[in-house]
């Protein structure tokens, strides 16, 4: 049995049934049974009712199956993402075989080295590496940190994330480096005892400039399907996630969620 257009019809059965659209066509099942007997010719008009409405179907599954996220995360958090080292490490350059800090990581020879720098600030030099001092002293009395990682940490920091206070350091006061310890335990798998607080300072010490504000955007934007506690202990860098498209971009990828 062929119908109008040509094709068997018979053969469309299967064809219908993959794009799981249930198609009305009784003729199907005669046809199937008896070849080469008399049987109903299907209309081209019809058929081509049918295809639109299966190709239809078929396009929208699709659309929905690539528009959303999967119901689950790997690892409870985001254990496919790429993680980017921002540790005291990632500080160093290799130069004639030798590791060596980046100028823009070493807070105190910029100090030392520009005056203009404690000028830009209301202080003078000293009062500057004194306020450096001080911060650098907080991360090594509080974690128990060297003194290289404690000041590349501090430099970071005051340096920004983006290195938009490069120049004019905004060095973090204790107290508020307080607050960002306690939110940090109070809000992720973490805690100052087991060494998990400090792991996550020491890998993404640009968490120490951030305000409560903006720590709870981040919680608060989070998808359901991932874990906050565990995903931002894991991979600390991911506490600068503030917004969330939801799958319909907004071209804020970098502080998106929904971007990994």
């Known amino acids: 049995m062929f119908c109008a257009i040509g094709w068997p019809v018979a053969d469309l059965a299967p064809s219908f049934v993959a794009l799981g659209v249930d198609i009305p066509l009784p003729m199907f099942?005669?046809?199937?049974?008896?070849?080469?007997?008399?049987?109903?010719?299907?209309?081209?008009?019809?058929?081509?009712?049918w295809l639109t409405a299966a190709l239809a179907a078929t396009a929208a599954a699709?659309?929905?199956?690539?528009?959303?996220?999967?119901?689950?995360?790997?690892?409870?958090?985001?254990?496919?993402?790429?993680k980017k080292d921002f540790s005291a490490k990632s500080a160093m350059i290799r130069k004639l075989?030798?590791?060596?800090?980046?100028?823009?990581?070493?807070?105190?020879?910029?100090?030392?080295?520009?005056?203009?720098?404690?000028?830009?600030?209301?202080?003078t030099k000293e009062?500057?590496?004194?306020?450096?001092?001080?911060?650098?002293?907080?991360?090594?009395?509080?974690?128990?940190?060297?003194?290289?990682?404690?000041?590349?940490?501090?430099?970071?920091?005051?340096?920004?994330?983006?290195?938009?206070?490069?120049?004019?350091?905004?060095?973090?006061?204790?107290?508020?480096?307080?607050?960002?310890?306690?939110?940090?335990?109070?809000?992720?798998?973490?805690?100052?005892?087991d060494g998990t607080l400090k792991r996550v300072i020491e890998n993404y010490p640009f968490v120490l400039g951030r305000s409560l504000e903006e720590l709870e955007a981040s919680k608060k934007m989070c998808p359901e399907d991932i874990n906050f506690?565990?995903?931002?202990?894991?991979?600390?860098?991911?506490?600068?996630k503030t917004y969330n498209c939801d799958g319909i971009c907004a071209s804020q990828c970098v502080a998106c969620w929904y971007n990994g």
């Open 97 to 123: 075989g030798k590791w060596v800090l980046q100028k823009e990581f070493d807070m105190r020879a910029q100090i030392e080295g520009d005056p203009k720098m404690a000028t830009r600030q209301g202080m």
């Open 29 to 49: 099942r005669g046809a199937a049974a008896g070849r080469g007997h008399a049987a109903p010719i299907v209309k081209a008009p019809a058929l081509a009712h």
């Open 127 to 193: 009062q500057l590496l004194g306020e450096f001092n001080r911060a650098v002293d907080y991360l090594k009395g509080t974690f128990d940190l060297e003194n290289q990682v404690a000041e590349i940490s501090i430099s970071k920091v005051a340096t920004g994330l983006n290195m938009q206070y490069l120049g004019k350091p905004n060095i973090p006061q204790n107290q508020d480096m307080d607050m960002v310890c306690k939110w940090l335990c109070d809000n992720l798998a973490v805690s100052k005892e």
């Open 62 to 82: 699709s659309v929905a199956r690539f528009s959303r996220r999967p119901c689950t995360t790997v690892m409870r958090g985001l254990g496919d993402r790429v």
């Open 229 to 240: 506690q565990v995903a931002v202990a894991e991979d600390p860098a991911l506490i600068d």
